[in-house]
């Protein structure tokens, strides 16, 4: 079950997307976010769908893999969809008890499905072709002016690489300690709310005992290799842009200006 | 005499569909048999663990079967939670399952989560603590207070206290000192005899699973390369050269000695070689 979850993995790869610069990349996401907020009607929609195609496309990533991503979302997407089905006004076409569904309240779910759908799929494919390190280095170099404000940038991104790391490694923990207890007869599948809270703790108990355990002996290495934060800190790998990075941040500013004109003619 | 478990050519893909797919375990039929002593050996990655954990129905086979006593152990839910007690299964590093406040309580989880009455959990926490060489007077300590050893024999304990017909060990001695490893393999031993149940060890030791094992299963990229007892898989010490194992060194040794032509039987415990050596030794006196 936590194997569907595949939050911050990566896919190790050779294509084109993953040999983009992380803050190609990023950019590159923000405007695609950009366009996806403010697209409006189909011939927008259509285009950032073009878009994510492409990437997907050219990444190699199975599309099945990326769909697999949004199962832990499925709730959310399906709420989102009724609330504006139900929601919205405008030309009846059925009508039943306190429910009314509109013309526009399909076509306004369905967009939000879609938009939703393509936010997901767009940030899931940048973790899924950029290595945790990759990702926070492009992070800590894009952000790299709010330095002079004092924002402390580098500890940031540190603790966001971190972060990246470890949740599959916490992830095959739990999943571990899910089969040991399970071993033990432990069962979380039956019984009230109650019961199967406190189901959780020989989960959770060891989990958090071995998160921490992790922390410090993470920082003791740190320590041990003389890390001090940022300061003349160097890198092994000095990100560059080539030229197919900057095809892929035209094509990008293409894709948003398309967008923003298509918009105010109402497409 | 029937096997008390067996697999029909078992497969296991995990991650199907996905750029990390990777069949771990190819057409693996093997037989467990009532009260014996099971090595399973393999060089890491060759499907050991990913085997045994379909052994308590934790993995489900991507084709093939599993029988507990003839019956598929995924015939019904009610007969899969019953072989998980039947068949008991101790992760490897099984110190880090750990939770409850005190070592007892850890113990107790097993029988109580099988619906035993308070007694009978008393009574098998105790014994239980009994088998793995834990003294009574840690079972009221925080089992977090324990020493990294002593943490493992709570864990093998909490399963030995289901008291199971099968009890599989994932490389149970890893990372312990020589007396340890030789006081757990002992205790295992006894809960063995005692309780007449059958014992899978896992283990990449050559010398562990040749002095304990009475029948050995080699596993190579999630095939059975071999199958048999410890002297019938010794003697193909080049073979297992071959997979990247190698024998233990006092057969290495006397395979050397035959080589050079000396007329000594094939042994792979230290105690054999002994045997042997001052039994040549008499025939040939210098
Ligand atoms: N949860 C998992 N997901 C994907 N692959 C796995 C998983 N567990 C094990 N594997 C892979 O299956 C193979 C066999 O692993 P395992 O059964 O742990 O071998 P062993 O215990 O003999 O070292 C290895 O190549 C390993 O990488
Ligand atoms: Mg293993």
Redesign the pocket.
């Known amino acids: 079950m936590l194997k569907d979850i595949t939050l911050g993995q990566f896919f190790p790869g050779s294509t084109i997307v993953h040999r983009l610069d992380p803050r190609t990349k990023l950019v590159l996401l923000v405007g695609y976010i950009v366009a996806l907020f403010t697209a409006r009607w189909f011939v927008t929609y259509g285009l950032v769908l073009a878009f994510l195609l492409l990437a997907v496309g050219l990444s190699r990533i199975p599309p099945k893999t990326l769909l697999r991503s949004m199962k832990p979302l499925l709730i959310v997407i399906v709420i989102t969809g009724l609330l504006n089905l139900f929601y919205t006004s405008g030309q009846v076409l059925v009508q039943f008890w306190i429910f009314r569904i509109t013309r526009e309240g399909i076509v306004a779910a369905a967009l939000m499905i879609l938009r939703i759908t393509m936010l997901v799929c767009g940030t899931f494919l940048l973790t899924y072709t950029t290595s945790p390190i990759a990702l926070t280095d492009g992070l800590e170099l894009l952000l790299g002016p709010l330095k002079r404000l004092h924002v402390p940038v580098h500890e940031l991104s540190m603790m966001m690489c971190i972060a990246l790391r470890f949740i599959p490694t916490l992830m095959e923990e739990t999943d571990k300690i899910i089969s040991a207890q399970k071993a033990r007869g432990a069962d979380f599948e039956t019984g009230n709310l109650l019961r199967r809270a406190k189901a959780m703790l020989p989960i959770l108990v060891p989990l958090f005992i071995s998160a921490f355990r992790r922390a410090d002996e993470l920082a003791t290495a740190m320590e041990c290799r003389c890390y001090h934060g940022g300061e003349g800190r160097t890198r092994l790998r000095q990100p560059r842009f080539l030229l197919h990075d900057f095809l892929a941040l035209g094509l990008g500013a293409a894709l948003v200006a398309a967008v923003a004109i298509l918009r105010t003619m109402g497409l | 005499m029937h096997p008390i478990l067996e697999t029909k050519d078992l497969r296991h893909v ?2 199907a569909g996905t750029p ?1 797919e ?1 069949t ?1 375990l190819d057409g693996v039929s093997l037989s467990i048999f009532p009260g014996e002593f099971l090595g399973i050996i ?1 060089h ?8 045994i954990q379909h052994l308590n129905a934790l993995l489900r086979p991507t084709s093939g079967q599993v029988l507990l006593g003839g019956e598929d152990i995924w015939k019904d839910k009610h007969f899969t939670r019953q072989a998980r007690f039947r068949v008991g299964l101790v992760f490897q590093y099984p110190e880090y399952q750990l939770f409850e406040e005190t070592v007892a309580k850890d113990i107790a989880f097993g029988p109580k989560n099988m619906g035993l009455q308070p007694e009978e959990i008393d009574r098998r926490v105790r014994e239980a603590a009994g088998f793995a060489g834990l003294p009574e007077a840690l079972l009221d300590k925080s089992p977090f207070d324990l020493s990294g050893g002593q943490k493992r024999r709570v864990a093998i304990a909490g399963v030995i206290a289901m008291e199971p017909e099968v009890l599989i060990l994932d490389e149970p001695t890893a990372g312990l000192d020589p007396a340890g490893r030789e006081s757990i393999l002992d205790n295992l031993r006894r809960f063995q005899q005692a309780k007449n149940a059958a014992i899978v060890m896992v283990s990449h030791s050559m010398e562990e699973v040749a002095a304990n094992a009475g029948r050995l299963i080699v ?1 190579d990229e999630g095939r059975v390369f071999a199958d048999g007892a410890p002297a019938e898989v010794f003697a193909r010490a080049e073979a297992l050269q071959q997979i990247g194992l190698a024998v233990p060194q006092v057969t290495a040794v006397f395979l050397r000695l035959r080589a050079m032509g000396l007329s000594l039987p094939p042994v792979y415990t230290v105690e054999q070689a002994r045997r042997a050596i001052l039994a040549a030794k008499e025939a040939r006196p210098c």
Not at chain 2, 44 to 51: E, N, Q, W
């Open positions: 995990y991650s990390f990777h771990a393999g890491t990655g060759s499907g050991k663990s990913t085997l596993m």
